[in-house]
């Protein structure tokens, strides 16, 4: 990621180096050399554990959980996300057997690998299921 002066159209530089991350959050200042303009960079907690998880050296000891692990924690805990055209279909089912349906498509879509539920992957699923 580069910082470039709007007036200049130079790349800034780092003028203050960044501390080390406070409470997960990271600030940091950069400044245009030709013309001295300065802007400053603050992350909040999820931004700085996605550049850490991307490898970026941002300055300060490593966050000591695994990388976007409340990001990947919340959405295991939302489930995951279907696409509208599978949520109508899904509401055919009958109500009784509609949660027993949904558990079974997403455990087969998590074995997969797939982030999202389509028509395609309940197709796969069913498939699998009555093949």
């Known amino acids: 990621m580069k910082f470039l002066c ?17 409470q997960g959050s990271l600030s940091a200042i950069f400044r245009c050399a030709r013309c001295g303009q300065r802007v400053a960079l603050l992350t909040n907690p999820w931004e700085t554990q996605l550049v850490c998880s991307l490898g970026v050296a941002i300055g300060g000891p490593k966050p000591t959980r695994k990388p976007l692990a409340l990001v990947r924690a919340t959405l295991a805990e939302a489930g995951l996300l279907w696409t509208e055209e599978a949520e109508q279909r899904l509401a055919h089912v009958p109500e009784p057997v509609r949660p027993m349906a949904r558990a079974a ?9 797939y982030g999202e539920v389509d028509c395609a992957v309940m197709d796969e699923a069913k498939a699998r299921m009555h093949g």
Do not use: F, H, K, W
């Open 6 to 22: 709007v007036g200049c159209d130079e790349p800034m530089t780092l003028a203050q180096a960044p501390d080390p991350p406070s």
């Open 105 to 113: 498509i997403e455990r087969y879509a998590r074995g997969q690998g």
